[in-house]
C-alpha cells in the first residue's frame, strides 16, 4: 500500500518580518565555515509557523543549537555515540564519526529533533508490511553511505535502501485530524526509485493504512501507481494515504514537473480544504509552486484525518521498498507562507550544499572508486558500464576520454545488500543502477528489493588473487570473482564450464586497482 499529505493564517505581517531579516542580512549568505546567523526553524518561528520537529545529521537548524544531531552504532561492540555539532548553529562534526567507526561499521540508530518536543526518528517497527529486520523491523541506515559537504565541512546524510525506515508514533506537538501544517525535506534528487514510498512527514500512529487522509507527507520517487506528474519522474508528491498526489486530481497533472537536481528541496503542506507542492533546487535558486488549491477532487481528503506519526523513508503502513537520501527536514504547526517558505530556502540554498567527494579511491561506503585492470594487456583500462545496454565491460579510459566515459568507469562503494560486511557498486552516473552478476555475466541493473538481486549485487573484497590489488568474490559463489575476459565483465571461477572460468591468466583478470576515481 501506499502511505500518504489553515487555510491561510494572517501571514502578512509575517512575511514582511521575513523580508525584514534578509534584508538586514540576518539569513545566512554562503559563508566557507561560518554558521548560519538565523536557522530554517528560526525563520518559520518568525514567520508564525514555528518548527515542532526538526530533523538533520548534515546541521543545526536553529542558530542556538547545540546538541546532538544522530547517534551512530558501531558493529564491532555494539557502543553508540551522539554526533553533535561544531559549534552552535553549526555543521555536523563528522571527524566524531569516523574516529568512533573507524576500522568497523556503524548505522544510523537515532535522529534527534532539534525542536526540543521530543519527535526523535528511530528503527520503524513492524506495521502492517514487515521489514527485514528481526521481528518485522526495519533495517537502520548505514552512517557512511550518504557522504556530503555543507559548507565546506564534511557530513553524512541518511541513505535509505529498500528495507530501511525511521518512526515516531508517539509525538508532541505534530497536527492531527485537519490540523494546518507544513514541512520540507533536503534530498538527494538523484537516488530514487518506484517502491513505496519514500516519504518524510506526517502518518498513522499504527503502522497501518487507515483510509483516504490519514497521511500527509513529502513523496520523492517515479512511483505512477497513483498518481504522477510531467515527464518521466522523479516527482515531489504528496503521500495522502491511499494515494500519491501532484495536484487536484488523482492520477495525473501537468503541473507537477520531473525534476533533476542533484540536492532537491520538497516542499508540501496543507490546511482545511488547502495544501500545496512546492520545490527547488537546494543549492541556488528559489522555490517553484507545482500545485496549490484545494484538496483532492477524491472523497476522503477533506477533512483531513491526519494522525502525527512522523515517518522517513517508508510509507505509513511500512511500505518499505523505496530507495532516497535525506539530509534535513522539519514540521511545522501551521501553514508556512510562501515567503517564509522562500526565506527558508534562501537558507538552505546559503548553507553549501555539494556533492565534492569526501573519500576517494577506496573501499569505504559512501566512497568513489574506479577500479583499474591488472592484467598486462589492459593496464589503462577500468570497469565501466556501456550506455547502449546494461552490460559491464573493460575500456580505456584516460585524461582525454569524454565525461561520460569517465562517469561509466566511476563507481559509488555501498555496504553489501546481502551482507554489510561486503560491497555493492552502484553506478556514479545511473545512480540506483548497481554491478550485479546474472547468468555469470556482469550487467548493470536496478535494485528489486529481493534476496536474489541482494546477492548477486554482493561482492566480499579479498586480497588480489595474482599478488596486486583486491579481488572481489561473489557472495553466493564464493569460489567466483569479478572477472574481465575478452574486454567483457563476468564473474569467473579458476577453471570451469564457461569460456571465461579459463585457467589462463585468472588471477590476473580478476586482480584490480581501487584507482582514484574518473568522475
Not at 71 to 89: E, F, H, N
Amino acid at each position: 500500500m501506499v502511505p500518504a499529505l489553515q487555510p491561510f493564517r494572517r501571514w502578512l505581517t509575517a512575511a514582511a518580518s521575513v523580508v525584514a531579516l534578509v534584508s538586514a542580512g540576518l539569513v545566512a549568505s554562503g559563508g566557507a565555515s561560518q554558521a548560519a546567523a538565523q536557522g530554517p526553524c528560526d525563520i518559520y518561528a518568525s514567520g508564525g509557523t514555528p518548527c515542532v520537529a526538526a530533523h538533520s545529521t548534515t546541521r543545526a537548524l536553529y542558530a542556538a543549537y547545540n546538541g546532538p544531531l544522530y547517534q551512530v552504532q558501531r558493529a564491532s561492540d555494539g557502543a553508540t555515540r551522539d554526533i553533535g555539532v561544531l559549534s552552535a548553529g553549526g555543521y555536523a562534526n563528522a571527524a566524531t564519526q569516523d574516529s568512533f567507526c573507524a576500522n568497523t561499521s556503524c548505522v544510523i540508530t537515532v535522529i534527534y529533533d532539534e525542536s526540543g518536543k521530543g519527535n526523535h526518528l528511530t528503527r520503524a517497527l513492524r506495521g502492517y508490511w514487515p521489514g527485514p529486520a528481526a521481528g518485522g523491523n526495519d533495517n537502520l541506515a548505514n552512517a557512511f553511505e550518504a557522504p556530503v559537504t555543507v559548507a565546506g565541512h564534511k557530513a553524512y546524510g541518511v541513505y535509505v535502501a529498500p528495507g530501511t525506515g525511521y518512526r515516531n508514533n508517539h509525538t508532541s506537538g505534530i497536527a492531527t485530524g485537519d490540523q494546518p501544517e507544513g514541512m520540507y525535506a533536503v534530498l538527494d534528487g538523484t537516488h530514487y526509485n518506484g517502491g513505496c514510498c519514500f516519504d518524510y512527514g506526517n502518518a498513522e500512529t499504527t503502522g497501518n493504512d487507515d483510509g483516504n487522509g490519514t497521511m500527509e507527507a513529502v513523496y520523492f520517487g517515479n512511483n505512477k501507481g497513483w498518481g504522477y506528474g510531467a515527464g518521466p519522474g522523479p516527482w515531489v508528491m504528496a503521500d495522502l494515504e491511499n494515494g500519491l498526489f501532484s495536484g487536484v486530481n488523482q492520477h495525473y497533472n501537468a503541473g507537477d514537473p520531473t525534476v533533476a537536481n542533484r540536492f532537491q528541496t520538497a516542499v508540501v503542506k496543507g490546511g482545511p480544504n488547502q495544501w500545496a507542492i512546492r520545490g527547488g533546487d537546494a543549492r541556488a535558486g528559489g522555490l517553484s509552486t507545482y500545485y496549490s488549491g484545494v484538496r483532492p477532487n477524491v472523497s476522503g481528503y477533506n477533512p483531513m484525518k491526519k494522525q502525527g506519526a512522523i515517518i522517513l523513508g517508508i510509507g505509513g503502513d511500512n511500505s518499505n521498498g523505496a530507495t532516497g537520501t535525506f539530509y534535513e527536514g522539519v514540521m511545522t504547526s501551521g501553514y508556512p507562507s510562501d515567503a517564509t517558505e522562500n526565506a527558508v530556502q534562501a537558507n538552505i540554498g546559503a548553507a553549501g550544499y555539494s556533492d565534492a567527494p569526501t573519500g576517494s579511491g577506496t573501499l569505504t561506503p559512501g566512497a568513489r572508486v574506479s577500479l583499474q585492470a591488472t592484467t598486462a594487456c589492459c593496464t589503462s583500462d577500468y570497469l565501466r558500464h556501456n550506455d547502449a545496454d546494461n552490460k559491464v565491460v573493460i575500456s580505456a579510459v584516460d585524461s582525454a576520454s569524454s565525461a561520460t566515459t569517465k562517469a561509466d568507469a566511476t563507481w559509488i562503494v555501498r555496504a553489501g545488500l546481502a551482507n554489510s560486511s561486503c560491497l555493492t557498486f552502484e553506478s556514479a552516473n545511473a545512480r540506483g543502477r548497481y554491478l550485479r552478476h546474472y547468468a555469470f555475466r556482469l550487467q548493470l541493473d536496478i535494485d528489486d528489493g529481493g534476496s536474489t538481486f541482494a546477492q548477486d549485487a554482493t561482492f566480499c573484497p579479498t586480497a588480489g588473487n595474482s599478488g596486486t590489488g583486491r579481488s572481489f568474490q561473489s557472495v553466493n559463489y564464493p569460489a567466483k570473482y569479478i572477472r574481465h575476459y575478452g574486454y567483457a565483465g563476468y564473474l569467473a571461477g579458476n577453471g570451469g564450464t564457461n569460456a571465461w572460468d579459463a585457467t589462463t591468466s585468472w588471477a590476473q583478470d580478476t586482480s584490480w586497482l581501487t584507482a582514484t576515481p574518473w568522475s
